[in-house]
């Protein structure tokens, strides 16, 4: 190489380098530096495991009600989550505590850090609706029947929660569900219908393409997507006599997953099908949640 090639390259590659450092540190000093910890004692934890379903209990060390609630955790999270210091689970165990009350024992429950609870159908992942049901009536007969069953679920596990919940209302005596993924369009739409549904929610548009693949992993056709939608299963005839869960549904209006209209539809066809139900509209974003209300919805008070 001659000399004045050499000198350009070495010219060329310490800028690159310098510009390199100094993005890196531009972008460690413009990220946050630590994370805001709250204050509570967190639950006694006891994890195990129950073929491919991973879960942990959590009781409170100042005692528990006799009421069972399972938390399904949101994407790329696992079942260890109800004790995260830094994590909305916290703030709920320190209201209970600020509230004097003994709160349920938590059971979280994963199949991993992406799961949807799909009933059997042509999807390879499909089928962890039926699955869940044979290992969570596995944990019970191992530690004990709970007085009620509650459900818990944020984003990805609030969908779980409602599909879970609204395939076995009798089950179940309260389902709150936290930004869950519900949409009024099937990912089955035409691209077109999608586009316009990215454009009437304000999503993230590479958030909205990933959740139609994701969606499609586990069901094949529109006709699968209707048995696990929750505006679809909220319309499912129940005998007069059937108990009906009560439902806490909560959204952030700035969703960048576009969940806040297919919350709203699904609170408006709860209430003029008689479900009991509390909605709770969040100025804000993805799963921005009001947990004074939460904490006291899923208590027995």
Not at 75 to 97: F, N, V
Request: contains cysteine; hydrophobic residues 35%.
């Amino acid at each position: 190489m001659k000399p004045h090639r050499r000198q350009r390259f070495f010219f060329a590659f310490t800028l690159l380098l310098l510009a390199g450092l100094c993005t890196y540190s531009w972008q460690r000093w413009s990220q946050p530096w630590g994370d805001q910890p709250v204050k509570f004692t967190p639950a006694q934890q006891e994890c195990g495991q129950e073929g491919q379903l991973r879960y942990c209990i959590n009781q409170d060390s100042g005692g528990v009600n006799g009421d069972w609630l399972y938390h399904l955790h949101g994407r790329k999270l696992d079942e260890t989550i109800w004790k995260d210091p830094s994590y909305m689970t916290a703030m709920i165990q320190g209201t209970w505590q600020q509230m004097g009350q003994r709160p349920p024992t938590v059971v979280t429950l994963s199949y991993g850090p992406v799961w949807l609870l799909s009933p059997k159908g042509n999807a390879e992942a499909s089928g962890l609706l039926e699955q869940i049901r044979t290992d969570m009536a596995a944990i019970e007969a191992r530690h004990g029947r709970p007085v009620r069953r509650l459900l818990l679920g944020e984003s990805m596990g609030g969908l779980n929660a409602l599909i879970l919940g609204l395939s076995q209302p009798e089950h179940y005596a309260k389902v709150a569900a936290l930004c869950p993924g519900v949409y009024v369009d099937s990912p089955f739409a035409p691209p077109s219908q999608l586009m316009a549904a990215l454009e009437r929610t304000g999503a993230d548009p590479k958030i909205g393409f990933g959740v139609v693949r994701l969606a499609r992993q586990y069901v094949t056709s529109d006709a699968e997507w209707q048995r696990i939608s929750p505006l679809a299963l909220i319309e499912n005839d129940l005998p007069a006599s059937s108990p009906r869960p009560q439902l806490y549904i909560s959204n952030g209006l700035y969703d960048r997953y576009g969940n806040f209209e297919g919350s709203q539809r699904l609170t408006e066809r709860a209430r003029a099908r008689g479900w009991p139900i509390e909605w709770h509209p969040i100025y804000g974003g993805h799963c921005a949640s009001d947990i004074a209300s939460l904490a006291r919805f899923l208590l027995p008070i």
